[in-house]
């Protein structure tokens, strides 16, 4: 009998720690985040370099930050487009890579902060790289942004640099003489 009730109280013990020692905890919140937008002036740009024109269009800076503490949790980003179009008549443009400066108040560029990568521009897609006269590309922007440049007064401009290859573009005709059948 000792042997019944001594195993009816084993299971209750079990039962009562599988439900007392394995219930959940209360646990602190969680840390919410959110979007930090920075307003960009003017958001859209009409831009001319060499043989090509475009805009740059959508920009805007956004960072992520814990709600409540404001802690970063991930760097701000500046996003937007870039549309080129080759304005000559005969010249190609084969597109190699860019680079975006951030300009402080003196016209110099502002430094990235440790860790950020220097914000380049990978034309991609095949094709892409290349324009032909009257033809244009569209490619999206996304790029760190130094800390520095978020404080009032500090960012005066953003120079977008280019470099390209243009090459001769001819269209030549070719006509010969043909006869179909015995003429």
């Given at each position: 009998?000792w042997?019944?009730?001594g195993g009816v109280g084993l299971?209750?013990?079990?039962?009562?720690?599988?439900?007392?020692?394995c219930?959940?905890?209360p646990?602190?919140?969680?840390s919410?985040?959110?979007?930090k937008?920075?307003?960009?002036?003017?958001?859209?740009?009409t831009?001319k370099v060499?043989?090509m024109?475009?805009e740059i269009t959508e920009?805007?800076v956004?960072?992520r930050?814990?709600q409540?503490?404001?802690?970063v949790v991930?760097t701000?980003k500046?996003t937007?487009t870039l549309k080129?179009k080759?304005t000559?008549?005969?010249?190609?443009?084969?597109?190699?890579?860019?680079?975006?400066r951030?300009i402080d108040a003196?016209?110099?560029?502002i430094?990235?902060?440790?860790?950020q990568q220097?914000?380049?521009i990978?034309?991609?897609?095949?094709?892409?790289?290349?324009l032909d006269?009257?033809?244009?590309?569209?490619?999206s922007l996304?790029a760190?942004?130094?800390?520095e440049?978020l404080?009032?007064?500090k960012?005066?401009g953003i120079r977008?640099e280019?470099?390209?290859?243009?090459?001769?573009?001819?269209?030549e005709?070719?006509?010969?003489p043909?006869s179909?059948?015995?003429?």
């Amino acid at each position: 009998m000792w042997k019944y009730w001594g195993g009816v109280g084993l299971v209750i013990a079990v039962v009562a720690v599988m439900t007392l020692g394995c219930s959940q905890q209360p646990s602190a919140p969680a840390s919410l985040i959110e979007d930090k937008a920075y307003p960009v002036t003017p958001p859209a740009v009409t831009v001319k370099v060499g043989i090509m024109t475009g805009e740059i269009t959508e920009l805007k800076v956004t960072e992520r930050v814990e709600q409540g503490s404001g802690r970063v949790v991930s760097t701000a980003k500046l996003t937007g487009t870039l549309k080129l179009k080759n304005t000559s008549v005969d010249q190609s443009v084969r597109l190699v890579s860019g680079r975006i400066r951030y300009i402080d108040a003196q016209g110099r560029p502002i430094a990235m902060a440790d860790g950020q990568q220097e914000p380049t521009i990978k034309f991609a897609g095949y094709g892409a790289e290349r324009l032909d006269p009257g033809h244009d590309a569209t490619q999206s922007l996304e790029a760190d942004v130094p800390a520095e440049a978020l404080k009032p007064g500090k960012l005066r401009g953003i120079r977008l640099e280019l470099a390209y290859l243009p090459s001769p573009y001819k269209e030549e005709k070719l006509s010969f003489p043909v006869s179909i059948g015995s003429q």
